[in-house]
């Protein structure tokens, strides 16, 4: 099993920025796990890509990110960091982390980010 923490949440104005953390951490092949990234939810949305990074420090972010958010990853923790600037309100959502070790993909309880105008 694979247990996903995130962390550095909270309240911002917008213009401002954040920190995202998650730690991966567990039992069995821990250092099996690729993929890692975010993803959130906003109130009565379904949720969305947010940015991913595999082991070897590819990326990929949503559209609506890109040029604002960056994602970064520390292997050796297995911990992956999403700084996040220019902070707009449509931003607010509850951000989910995952660690993808094979075919599973596993979650964190997700950090609330709100954005206020």
């Known amino acids: 099993q694979v247990q996903v923490v995130e962390s550095g949440g909270g309240l911002v104005q917008a213009g401002g920025s954040l920190r995202l953390s998650c730690a991966a951490s567990?039992?069995?092949?821990?250092?099996?796990?690729?993929?890692m990234g975010w993803h959130r939810q906003a109130p009565g949305k379904q949720r969305e890509l947010v940015a991913t990074?595999?082991?070897?420090?590819?990326?990929n972010y949503a559209d609506s990110v890109k040029g604002r958010f960056t994602i970064s990853r520390d292997n050796a923790k297995n911990t992956v960091y999403l700084q996040m600037n220019s902070l707009k309100p449509e931003d607010t959502a509850v951000y989910y982390c995952?660690?993808?070790?094979?075919?599973?993909?596993?979650w964190g309880q997700g950090t609330q980010v709100t954005v206020s105008s």
């Open positions: 995952h660690a993808d070790r094979m075919v599973t993909r596993f």
């Open positions: 990074i595999t082991s070897g420090g590819s990326t």
């Open positions: 567990g039992s069995g092949s821990i250092f099996s796990i690729n993929t």
